[in-house]
């Protein structure tokens, strides 16, 4: 197992130079495989000297083990530990701060009473000002109930806000949104629907996040049916989004074409269902989807749930049957969004010569990613410490800041098809290769791109008036 900076410990530690030399203690550090990222001298007053170092450890246990063997170093006194992931999350995330000024009476008249109700009055008789004078131009909601928090399952509200405050930090650093994690202690999909249908004047969007499948659908679906705002299911369509994203490069490294290529998607759930939806949209003709009784037809669908049903009706051409092992079997692609370790190398190695494998299943990915690139030409994961890190943060910000700025009603597929195309297109084809078919998702191209790949998509597509222009003044008073 490997250090990681999800793991980042610091210790402050009282050293005396006559009874230890601090090179010592380092190596006393990196030899329980510890990646020391700094130290500091916090007081010096000899003999005695106080270090603060900061390093990467493997998990909790190796952090604890390590103050252990600190403390039993002669001449060493552990004043203190500190897990540098909790540090960043003491008191939240994120914070609202005013955008007016509030400096004087003058300001608090125009921003509060008596002033504010001009622009209340003036929203209540045209309800479209809310987009240009509340917060609702630009602040999404982040909505879940915990019950599918990748890597983690159903844990809850309350644990689950840590990843929605997480969510809002993307949002606002990468796309330049505002987002508030609503998390909602029920499972009841009516519920859930009604809560959000309630809470929706208040926002320019909703972004569900980590609601369990089947429920997920159906949420999603009457949201948008029922909601004049874009209601978006990053567990989904993200993930769909930037998958088309990669493969579309990949393809182009590999000289295929989407309509040919045999694609084998595991995982067909929330992600798997829409990444299949989205591929098609794009042009895919041969994709075969398999759940944990294998691959889906619709030969076999009595007593399927109807999102599942639609898949096996409308994928799988051929006909094939048997283990995802089996349907390996000279396919061009491989998609996994499933779980870890469920692949060999040699399974790989049955695919198409240039075969392209997406192994995305967090943190431990369905196959070996270094198995994976002995026979097949592109491999990506989900991950940051490999090549081609397929992560839904390219797609997310961008999205919701082309739909806000252009106030668009709803996401068509038309819209996930075109931010995906933009992700893609950020990389120039010269630049593009086995290890670079995806942009990086520092890369700040991208949310600009994505952001107005969705703009003028509306007003090719949908003939909505980008940003339409209202009279801010009083038009009854």
Known sequence: MYVSPSYTASYRLLVNEEKIRVADVVAAITGTGAGIKGLDIAE??????????????????????????????????????????????????????????????????????????????????NPSKAHILTMK????????DGTAVLGLGDIGPEAALPVMEGKAVLFKHFGGVDAIPVVLDTKDTEEIISIVKAIAPAYGGINLEDISAPRCFEIEERLRKELDIPVFHDDQHGTAIVVLAALLNGLKVTGKKIEDVRIVVSG?????????????????????????????????????????????????????????????????????VSQGNILTGDDIAQMAPGAIVFALAN?????????????????????????????????FPGLFRGLLDARVPEITTEVLRVAAEAIAGVIEPEELSENYIIPGVFDDRVARAVSKAVRKSVADFEQIEVVPQIDLGDHTV
């Open 44 to 125: 010096a007053e000899a003999p005695r000297i106080i270090i603060d170092v900061t390093c990467d450890v493997r998990d909790t246990e190796h952090r604890r083990s390590l103050a252990v063997l600190l403390e039993d170093l002669r001449g060493i006194t552990v004043k203190s530990v500190a897990d540098q992931t909790f540090l960043d999350h003491v008191g939240g995330k994120i914070e609202i701060t005013p955008r007016t000024p509030l400096r004087n009476r003058d300001d608090l008249s125009r921003v509060y009473t008596p002033g504010v109700a001009r622009v209340c009055r003036s929203i209540h008789d």
């Open 137 to 144: 131009a630009n602040t999404i909601a982040v909505v879940s």
């Open 268 to 336: 067909v759930g929330a992600a798997g269902s829409a990444i299949i939806k989205l591929l098609q949209a794009q042009g895919a003709q041969d994709i075969v989807g398999y759940g944990r009784d294998g691959a889906l037809s619709a030969d076999n669908t009595e007593g399927m749930h109807p999102s599942r049903k639609w898949l096996a009706e409308n994928t799988n051409p051929r006909r094939v049957k048997g283990s995802l092992q089996e349907g390996l079997k000279d396919a061009d692609v491989f998609i996994g």
């Open 363 to 395: 943190p431990t990915p369905e196959v070996p990613p270094q198995d994976a690139a002995k026979t097949a030409k592109i491999v990506a994961t989900g991950r940051s410490d490999f090549p081609n890190q397929i992560n839904n943060v390219l797609a």
